[in-house]
């Protein structure tokens, strides 16, 4: 009867360290998901933009690059730019849309060190002599706050163009009371609206602004900084080790992001 135990004994352990061992098997034949998940709007030309099924633009040749160094296969998920800030963190780890830095989205996420310093800037119709011979920032504010109460001014929803126009005191801005910001969901829907003349200005990121004016002949952009930004890339809040990595790759790559930041823009 003993010898009976022992034997059961026996066999219930080797049952048991079998079963261990194919838990451990498979653990060390399971490979680590090393998807990146990025945010974007990829209709911000030159920092985001699709031909044909493929990303392109300034943020997402940099996220390729870093996902490349760092071994991770990159995702990109396409989507309105005011859902970029809500979607890090819950269904993705990075966004990377021309963000610029607050403390507001600073609630929210982690910001990655600045790699790229920007401006609002107005467009009009190419007709348009409102702003001609103007060479400061006061003087293209004063003819903003003489336009006709109630005149439309184009948007990029979620922007900082939005906030600008509209006074927003996180972000600092006084605003205009005699403008109304009419909110597209991409820039060349609000320049559209300018050439059709449903909009009497847009006001937008300096980069966006100069590539659509350069393919565009019927606007022109009002070459006067507004504002003073910091584009970076948000990051997971929970998640340090990425910001981290992610900080450390720009650092020892603004090389490589000048030469990226060049391709789109030029020398």
Do not use: H
């Not at 993705?92 to 990655?112: D, H, P, W, Y």
């Amino acid at each position: 009867m003993k010898k009976l135990t022992k034997i059961i004994v026996c066999l219930a352990l080797v049952a048991i360290l079998a079963t261990v061992g194919a838990f451990a098997l498979t653990a060390c034949n399971k490979k680590a998901d090393n998807t990146l998940t990025v945010a974007t709007n990829a209709a911000f030309p030159p920092f985001e933009f699709k031909e044909g099924d493929a990303f392109k633009g300034i943020d997402m040749d940099i996220m390729a690059a870093f996902a490349n160094d760092n071994g991770y296969t990159l995702k990109i998920e396409d989507m309105e730019f005011d859902s970029v800030v809500a979607s890090v963190g819950t269904t993705t780890k990075i966004g990377a849309a021309a963000l610029t830095v607050n403390e507001t989205r600073k609630q929210t996420v982690n910001f990655s060190t600045t790699y790229y310093n920007a401006s609002q800037m107005v467009i009009v119709k190419a007709s348009d002599t409102t702003f001609d011979g103007l060479t400061t920032k006061a003087q293209v504010e004063a003819k903003l706050a003489q336009y006709t109460n109630g005149t439309k001014v184009g948007v990029q929803n979620g922007t900082t163009g939005l906030y600008y126009v509209e006074g927003d005191e996180d972000w600092g801005f006084d605003g205009y009371t005699n403008l109304d910001a009419t909110g597209y969901t991409t820039v060349a829907l609000a320049v559209q609206d300018l050439i059709a003349g449903n909009v009497a200005a847009v006001v937008v990121d300096e980069g966006p602004a100069k590539v659509l004016a350069s393919s565009n002949t019927n606007i022109k952009v009002i070459n006067i900084a507004l504002t003073e930004e910091e584009y970076a890339f948000a990051v997971d809040k929970s998640d340090a080790a990425l910001l981290e990595k992610l900080n450390t790759w720009i650092a020892a790559n603004q090389t490589k992001i000048n030469a990226i930041i060049t391709e789109y823009f030029g020398a």
